[in-house]
């Protein structure tokens, strides 16, 4: 049995068995880091000696008889922009070089309830802000289907984890497909929740009202089981919904007779690749197979997404990023003055990536520009999130392909920015909607993987495990894996 490609809850069934040790799971699966992450370059922090004590405290309460929760023992990599008391968070940026938070996130003080154990911190494009992984201000990360090629963005590093046996399930963060994308990219399953239904406090800001936590995984059931953790109220984030949490494994049959998809004419026609189109095909007959029925729509405003977005999550950024000044903690570059420091430090400690988006974000904040473009792009968000209402009087769920082509070269179009901000066309209008959507694996493009997306009206995330755990029962795509 390969431990490191086995799902966690079949995982969680062999520890409670006593089958396998949780100190035997970690050090497979820091063996499988050791053997291949030369080449992946997943992780920016490995937890190699905290991961050993959380699994023999794991094997150590097993032996004295205790019920441990489902995922006790199982190994788990964390995006750098996660907090973790104790352990350096860089959000993949020079000028948080260094800096140590003394708390925990949220969703890593649930984690530990659940006595799960930390690999380490995954790389990602600096801040979150890219879709390849490429603008991490220290390395990028490769696919491990393919190591030429990208492992999308911004979680790469936590896809690429997942995918290449480096960690058993992981979380990553969503602010315009930067779970999702990756996930399609890497062959693995990402889920980003409906706004507020997961905590956001410890969560290095992007841009606040659309980034969102999220479980990237190896299958549906292990996403559930995940996502059942992270989820709830917290009143520690003043966006986060006091609304309980349902067991989403509950939602997992393999039964969607009945159900209404509908399929936006805006997602399937220019712009996405014909292997993609001919998969996404393919998807739906599976789907009609399975007793759904299938119809096309429209989504009219999804034109509009994209320069809707990078008016507005620019904006966002400018703002939450003017505190890194390197007086308080991160880089610190030393100057005549005080003003000259703070210009030395942001120009040396932030990437190209960030610094174009800061200056996009001032721009549109500006005196004389505001109402031209960021409350214009404000407006138009709430006539796409309109869209999507109307869309979901007809319809249960929408599908779309999760990124419009397989994974590109590295290299190909960092010079390019446009370009790479199309490659979340597909991805970007759900995170201005606030709205939930999956990513599954949906088939390949050659050797590539192919991800299909499932996209719900708000808090219908059992919804969407219902229906991609349908898919995956019925295709098994997810037991793929690369040959690295």
Known sequence: MDLCYTPAHELSRLLREKTISAAELAEAVFGRIDAVDEKVRAYLLLMREEATAQARAVDRALAAGEELPPLAGIPVGIKDNLCINGFETTCASKILKGFVPPYDATVIESLKQQRAVFTGKTNMDEFAMGSSTENSGFFP??????????????????????????????????TGGSIRQPAAFCGVVGLKPTYGR???????????????????????????LLMGVIAGHDPK???????????????????????????????????????????????IEVLTGLGATVEETSLPHTKYALPAYYLIAPAEASSNLARYDGVEYGLREPAEDVVASYKKTRSRGFGPEVKRRIMLG???????????????????????????????????????????????????KVADPLAMYLSDICTLAVNLASLPALSVPGGFAGHLPVGIQF??????????????????????????????
């Open 198 to 224: 997961v905590s956001r406090y410890g969560l290095v800001a992007f841009a606040s009202s659309l980034d969102q936590i999220g479980p990237i995984t190896r299958d549906v059931r292990d996403c559930a």
């Open 362 to 412: 001032t721009y549109a904040l500006s005196a004389g520009y505001y109402e031209a473009y960021y409350l214009k792009a404000l407006k138009i968000r709430t006539l796409i999130k309109r869209d999507f209402d109307a869309a979901f009087e007809r319809f249960d769920l929408l599908l779309s392909p999760t990124a419009p082509t397989p994974a590109f070269k590295i290299g190909e």
């Open 237 to 283: 984030d003043s966006t986060s919904v006091p609304q309980g949490v349902p067991d989403y494994t509950s939602a997992l049959v393999a039964d969607i007779k009945g159900f209404r998809i509908g399929v936006p004419r805006e997602y399937t026609g220019e712009g996405i690749a014909p292997e993609v189109r001919a998969v996404f095909d393919q998807a």
């Open 455 to 484: 996209i719900g009206p708000p808090f219908a995330e059992e919804r969407l495990l219902r229906a991609a755990y349908a898919f995956e029962q019925e295709t098994g795509w997810v037991s793929k894996r690369p040959a690295l």
């Open 141 to 174: 990360t490769a696919n491990p289907w393919d190591l030429e090629r990208v492992p999308g963005g911004s979680s790469g590093g936590s896809a690429a984890a997942v995918a290449a046996g480096e960690a058993v399930m992981a979380l990553g963060s969503d």
